[in-house]
Nanobody, 121 residues
Framework: QVQLAESGGGLVQAGGSLRLSCVAS????????MAWYRQAPEKQRELVAS???????NYADSAKGRFTISRDNVKNTMYLQMNILKPEDTAVYYC???????????????WGQGVQVTISS
């Protein structure tokens, strides 16, 4: 079982910055991807950025150039540095971890409880 704990959310003005953290605990397989998703009111949850255990990163178009995802595999911690924040970035941000024992086995997914990010105009 894996537990995920997010932190770092809050209220900031447009143009400001926030740094989200997600600490993973439990038994984590070597083959894994961690990701940030967000869900705004009355909208579907969407991928913001992801990073594999090898460091390959992927960003949503809305995040490119403003957000930076990173991870510390020793600390089992993932970060999301968010700069030049906009009111449309307001959402609950969720940490996700997907892992598998080998490339040929089932992937298991886990979610954190989410942190609120609110950007005022």
């Amino acid at each position: 079982q894996v537990q995920l704990a997010e932190s770092g959310g809050g209220l900031v003005q447009a143009g400001g910055s926030l740094r989200l953290s997600c600490v993973a605990s439990g038994t984590i397989f070597t083959i894994n991807t961690m990701a940030w998703y967000r869900q705004a009111p009355e909208k579907q949850r969407e991928l913001v950025a992801s990073i594999t255990s090898r460091g390959s990163m992927n960003y949503a178009d809305s995040a490119k150039g403003r957000f930076t995802i990173s991870r510390d595999n020793v600390k089992n911690t993932m970060y999301l540095q968010m700069n030049i924040l906009k009111p449309e970035d307001t959402a609950v941000y969720y940490c996700n971890l997907g892992h598998r024992r080998s490339p040929w086995t089932q992937q298991y997914d886990y979610w954190g409880q989410g942190v609120q990010v609110t950007i005022s105009s």
